[in-house]
């Protein structure tokens, strides 16, 4: 396979998830290394000029009217690197931290942040050979950039701090020679390129985002199994109704439904009035496309965000090589483009919708272990008293649907002012994005807890079948949780469904 390009400009989501989850090979596009010599030429240019320039001859943050001599600019550079790497709490995970790698790289590579070619060749060698910077979690408002993280990544850059090579952790300069790459000198902006920016709330943001694809449609594949376990009415997944209000998602979980359980003889046995006098359903079966819609399409808009920041220039400040000048032309403009407002945003959405789809699903599972409303034995289990079924699976999931509101409060409405109220008012972008996998871990917890109920109540109106594509989800639960005969201990059950959710086994189904 030919490697992924990196050029700033046509990075995909999907390239992304390539090489963090499949460890594609990525390298420097011609073209972007054209970019950046061009923009590193007027940094130099300014470098040897008397002109202030933020961050080039200038200290950083409240410091910015310090002026630094040509002499220091190497020194300022790594003492922003070094001062900078302060991070705190657990690592990132190896795909956080790949992912960051990656976003970094195709950032400096757009030509907008003055570095030389070989800070994102640098990064992108550490990516094919599996460097890894060890980067704590927390320590980033999401304002300046992720300026904590970034450091803790550019150290390693600069054959300084930890990571990880081939599952050991060991000095960054270690890793950085084991595998054969030449760390970084840093030369002028360079160092404040490699912190400036949002692109640790955008990797985990981002693949926040995949998981939370993936829920989405095991959420119609578990709901489309507790409709036929509650033996509900198909009609208010009708593609009239969907058209009459049509948002994108309502009309996708709709149809995923009614594709589903289509030929479902459950459905037939009480299809005729005068077999079931229930006129409609209870919201969380009848209101599903509307539910699940709305979090879909909450999904597409964090999609187009990312998609957005994905290839975005997100340092300061900003070089803009002058075109069809001579070499060293152009200006430096200072703003804002690292803050991290629209990715807090956006995560926060996330969690809105992750809630949602839990919310609904605990709602549908207390429908089916609930007698009075199932229309199946109490707590789905024959000699209930005896027995008490699947009463504690909906109690657990209640925990987790309740923990997610919680989880779930916005961050981007928060801020603290840092460095001497310069940076007044900032985003808290990672720490909201940072919530969205514990998040995405109680959902596919409270789903599993769905799957297994709604196979429980399709089994007890066997020889009863739901339709043949919800048949298949349903053989594949049974494949790892046999049916309920009498009590035992569910949890391993749980978390063997809730791995299997992980790995896409049941939103394959849609595809």
């Known amino acids: 396979m030919k490697p992924i390009q990196i050029d700033g400009d046509n990075f995909t989501l999907e390239q992304l998830y390539s090489v963090v989850l499949e460890g594609a090979q990525v390298e420097l596009a011609p073209q972007a290394r054209e970019r950046m010599n061009a923009s590193r030429a007027v940094v130099e240019r300014l470098a040897d000029s008397n002109t202030a320039v933020y961050g080039v001859n200038t200290g950083f943050g409240k410091m910015a009217s310090v002026r630094i001599s040509r002499e220091q600019i190497r020194a300022l550079q790594v003492n922003l690197v070094r001062s900078h790497a302060c991070g705190i709490g657990a690592p990132l995970n190896e795909h956080e931290t790949r992912a960051m790698l990656a976003l ?36 980033s408002v999401g304002a ?3 300026l904590a993280p970034l450091a803790h990544l550019a150290q390693v850059a600069i054959g300084e701090g930890e990571a990880v090579l081939q599952g050991r952790s060991m000095p960054g300069a270690q890793a950085m020679q084991s595998a054969g790459i030449s760390p970084l000198a840093l030369e002028a902006k360079e160092g404040l390129a490699l912190l400036n920016g949002t692109q640790g709330m955008l990797a985990l943001l981002a693949l926040g985002l995949r998981s939370a694809e993936i829920a989405a449609d095991t959420s119609d594949v578990a709901a489309a199994l507790s409709l036929d376990a509650l033996r509900g009415s198909p ?29 479902s003889s459950i459905r037939e046995s009480h299809r005729p009035p005068e077999k079931d006098p229930r006129v409609q359903d209870p919201y969380s079966l009848r209101c599903t496309p509307q539910v699940h819609g709305a979090a879909r399409d909450v999904l597409a808009q964090v999609r187009a965000t990312t998609a957005v920041e994905l290839n975005s220039a997100t340092d300061n400040p900003l ?16 703003g804002g483009n690292f803050h991290g407002q629209p990715l807090a945003i956006a995560a926060d959405q996330l969690a809105v919708a992750l809630t949602t789809f839990a919310g609904i699903s605990e709602r549908r599972v207390e429908q089916m272990t609930n007698p009075q409303t199932s229309q199946l034995p109490a707590f789905l289990v024959r000699d209930a008293g005896l027995n008490s079924g699947f009463m504690i699976l909906q109690v657990a999931a209640a925990a987790l649907a309740s923990e997610m509101k919680t989880q779930a409060v916005p961050h981007s409405v928060d801020s603290i002012p840092t460095s001497a109220n310069q940076e007044d ?10 919530r969205i996998e ?15 109920s709604a196979c429980q109540g399709i089994d007890l109106l066997a020889p009863l079948r739901t339709g043949a594509e919800a048949q298949k989800a349903h053989d594949i639960v049974r494949k790892v949780s046999p049916t309920v005969e009498a009590d035992r201990s569910l949890a391993s059950d749980i978390a063997a469904v809730a791995g299997l959710i992980d790995k896409g086994s049941f939103s394959t189904l849609l595809r």
């Open 319 to 334: 070089v803009f090589a002058a075109p069809n000048a001579e070499s060293g032309s152009g200006e430096i403009i200072s």
């Open 104 to 139: 970094r790289a195709n950032a400096i590579a757009k030509g907008f942040s003055g570095v030389r070619p070989v800070v994102a060749e640098t990064l992108c060698s550490m990516l094919n050979k599996g460097v890894h910077p060890v980067i704590p979690s927390q320590g």
């Open 438 to 452: 514990p998040m995405m871990a109680n959902l596919r917890n409270v789903l599993a807890i769905e799957l297994l």
């Open 425 to 434: 008012y900032v985003s808290m972008g990672m720490a909201a994005a940072r």
């Open 235 to 263: 009609a208010a997944f009708d593609e009239r109704i969907a058209r009459v209000r049509p948002y994108p998602g309502h009309a996708i979980s709709a149809q995923n439904v009614r594709r589903l359980n289509r030929g």
């Open 144 to 146: 300046s950039g992720d």
